[in-house]
């Protein structure tokens, strides 16, 4: 999806979980084991390990990532939050100008425009927007 894109259809604001897990695969089959998960996004390493996978139970979307250094049984926090939105840049500005800390600036990779900040509390936000039909 580009802008220049008469054909495409704009991103609707949504806000889902970011698992930091340290066991992708087995995270992934846990929660398509426990609540029938479905997988609608994988990325694998070039070793084959999932770096980050979307799933949705029902219509409710969450994503697991592998990230042994953030996982909670390193000391890092359980969650971070991806908020999906229209104009990644101007809201990752907004959110800088209300206060929060950049941590990557908006760019894109892994088939999406997004950024990723601090807020004030802590917490991390991925902010961005599918390139493609792809996730999200």
Do not use: C
Not at 9 to 37: C, H, M, N
Not at 116 to 123: I, K, T, V
């Amino acid at each position: 999806m580009t802008e220049n894109d008469p054909a495409a259809k704009p991103v609707e604001a949504t806000i889902a979980p970011w698992l930091s897990v340290t066991d992708g695969p087995r995270a992934v089959a846990y929660y398509q084991a426990a609540f029938g998960a479905v997988e609608r996004y994988r990325l694998e390493g070039d070793d084959g390990r999932v770096v980050v996978a979307q799933l949705a139970i029902g219509p409710a979307d969450f994503w697991v990532q592998e990230d042994i250094d953030d996982s909670p049984g390193a000391g890092g926090g359980p969650i971070r939050l991806i908020l999906t939105v229209e104009d990644p840049d101007a809201v990752f500005r907004q959110a800088v100008v209300a206060g929060a800390t950049e941590i990557a600036p908006v760019a894109d990779e892994h088939g999406w425009h997004v950024g990723r900040l601090a807020d004030p509390f802590g917490h991390h936000w991925e902010v961005g927007r599918p390139l493609t039909d792809a996730p999200g």
